[in-house]
């Protein structure tokens, strides 16, 4: 079992650079392949980025690749999203997933765990 809690959404100005971060609970030794996704009102979930088991590979969704990085501390067992140059159409809820059948995720029917979201609102 995982738990997954995000933290550092909020109300963010056009062009701001918001860090998201997700800590992972779990008695697993195991790694698990970890992920970004965000869902808009009345849009499906989109995939935003991913990491391998031990950050050595990043994928990224072609609307926020250049301006957010994706990062894990295994240690600390938190999950990163750093945001840069936020526009308009990045408000979103964003949700932390992980899954441990894969080494890398990037589609939401492969996440065995969510968190519960955390919302970001960019403001013009």
Do not use: H
């Not at 501390?73 to 990045?90: W, Y």
């Not at 492969?110 to 013009?124: H, I, K, N, P, R």
């Amino acid at each position: 079992q995982v738990r997954l809690v995000e933290s550092g959404g909020g109300l963010v100005q056009v062009g701001g650079s918001p860090r998201l971060s997700c800590d992972v609970s779990t008695r697993a030794t195991r790694p698990y392949a970890m992920g970004w996704f965000r869902q808009a009102p009345g849009k499906e979930r989109e995939f935003v980025a991913a990491i391998g088991w031990f950050g050595g590979k990043t994928l990224y969704g072609d609307s926020v690749k250049g301006r957010f990085t994706i990062s894990r501390d295994n240690a600390k067992g938190t999950l990163f999203l750093q945001m840069s140059d936020l526009r308009p159409e990045d408000t979103a809820v964003y949700y932390c997933a992980a899954s441990g059948r894969i080494v890398i995720l990037t589609t939401t029917s492969e996440a065995d765990y969510w968190g519960q979201g955390t919302q970001v609102t960019v403001s013009s």
